[in-house]
């Protein structure tokens, strides 16, 4: 690999990464993390989501971090502290930065925020480092590199490693971004999952101008891909991304984006190639259909076939009757019921709450009466919202309402 090509790509104006000049932290960072891939032979799409993965988690340095950017334990704790007091953490359950009985914090350390005992026991048995008894060698850049790799190949984070998203292909750029798109859970859920896969882009761009070469030795099997047979391609990893496209354009009778090649997705498919006029009109995923749908327009449908959750997506008052009426079921058949079953109504503690200061205020009317007020109140506003609803579709798939 030209490794002096590499990262004049990368300082390229408009590269997507670093800019026109990196500093030595980047580079020896960068440089760290291509030794090891290319002494473990890992796969080029693999190589890219991992740099972009480290170059997001690490602001850009290429150098471990500990979270929050902090020099020490007790800032970042601090940091942390103050974030989740302020309502800004809302994603975590527990405060797993708050020091254990040993005065130790399992907080974010490294190139991939390493979290949790468990982890940083799982990851001293991958490194052969007790990292249990010192988490700050998660630090270390040749344990941070290790952890890297080890956790991304094996699926040690989440469950979820590089052969659950990325395939060995150089596909289009809009394929590969899915892929890429997709892979965010091997870390972090979604988050920031469309910036990160426009970073692997970037890397993956550099990565074969400088003729990066892998060996594939040490990474499990791909899922079988199927191009040559008369099936098509059927391998869980080339079904997601083509399931997550098809959505993108509008097909939502794919339905929730699996991997599985079941009836709703060779549904999706027939209609995009009947769409597209694309022969032949079966439901294989082939070349041909691989191409037609990186290139393909969104789905432009007649106003009248439009679904109503499109609707709502796409018409504000519709969506909050809606909400309305999803929130008047919510209020009113547990106040029906508590109303008409007095036994019931013993486990409605919320429900008793709820009408407790006006029955301070009318101490003569029963629970149950107005329990039953509500329930009425809430049917009527189930109705109004109800008919606002189908109101507002109609006048969306009329045209009346743009």
């Known amino acids: 690999m030209n490794r002096e090509a590499f990262f004049a790509a990368l300082r390229r104006r408009g590269s997507g990464v670093f800019g026109t000049s990196l500093k030595q932290g980047q580079v020896d960072g960068t440089t760290a993390i291509l030794d090891e891939a290319e002494r473990r032979g890992t796969r080029t799409n693999d190589l890219a989501y991992a740099l972009a993965t480290v170059y997001h988690e690490t602001a850009r340095t290429m150098q471990p971090v500990m979270e929050t950017l902090a020099k020490n334990v007790d800032t970042a704790i601090a940091r942390l502290e103050k974030a989740w007091a302020a309502g800004k953490l809302k994603w975590v359950k527990t405060p797993y930065w708050r020091k254990d009985r040993n005065g130790k914090s399992w907080l974010g350390r490294g190139l991939v925020q390493l979290t949790h005992e468990d982890n940083y026991r799982k990851m001293s048995e991958v490194t052969g480092v007790d990292l249990v008894a010192d988490p700050d060698r998660a630090m270390e850049m040749p344990i941070a590199v290790k952890i890297l790799f080890d956790g991304m190949e094996r699926g040690s984070f989440t469950s979820k490693g590089f052969n659950d998203f990325i395939d060995e292909l150089d596909e289009s750029d809009a394929l590969d971004r899915a892929e890429y798109k997709a892979a965010r859970k091997i870390i972090n859920g979604t988050d920031k999952a469309d910036v990160i896969a426009g970073y692997a882009l970037a890397f993956e761009g550099a990565l074969r101008q400088a003729g990066y070469q892998e060996k594939v030795t040490e990474r499990a099997?791909?899922?079988?891909?199927?191009?040559?047979?008369?099936k098509g391609r059927t391998d869980t990893v080339t079904v997601r991304v083509v399931q997550e496209r098809l959505k993108e354009l509008g097909y939502t009778e794919v339905g929730t984006p699996d991997g599985v090649f079941g009836k709703m997705t060779k549904t999706a498919i027939l209609a995009f190639k009947n769409e597209n006029d694309l022969k032949p009109i079966d439901d294989v995923i082939d070349q041909a259909f691989l191409e037609a749908l990186d290139t393909a327009s969104p789905r432009d449908l007649?106003?009248?076939?439009?679904?109503?959750?499109?609707?709502?997506?796409?018409?504000?008052?519709?969506?909050?009757?809606?909400?309305?009426?999803?929130?008047?079921?919510?209020?009113?058949?547990?106040?029906?019921?508590?109303?008409?079953?007095?036994?019931?109504?013993d486990n409605l503690g919320f429900a008793r709450e709820t009408i407790k200061p006006f029955k301070e205020m009318f101490?003569?009317?029963?629970?149950?009466?107005?329990?039953?007020?509500?329930?009425?109140?809430?049917?009527?506003?189930?109705?109004v919202a109800r008919n606002g609803e189908q109101k507002g579709i109609a006048a969306y798939q009329s045209g009346e309402r743009r």
């Open 363 to 383: 101490t003569d009317i029963p629970s149950e009466v107005w329990l039953i007020g509500v329930a009425v109140i809430a049917g009527g506003a189930y109705l």
């Open 302 to 345: 007649p106003r009248e076939t439009v679904p109503p959750e499109v609707v709502r997506k796409n018409a504000p008052e519709v969506r909050t009757n809606w909400l309305i009426k999803i929130g008047a079921l919510a209020a009113g058949i547990p106040a029906a019921i508590g109303g008409l079953l007095d036994g019931v109504l």
């Open 221 to 230: 099997p791909a899922p079988p891909v199927a191009a040559e047979t008369p």
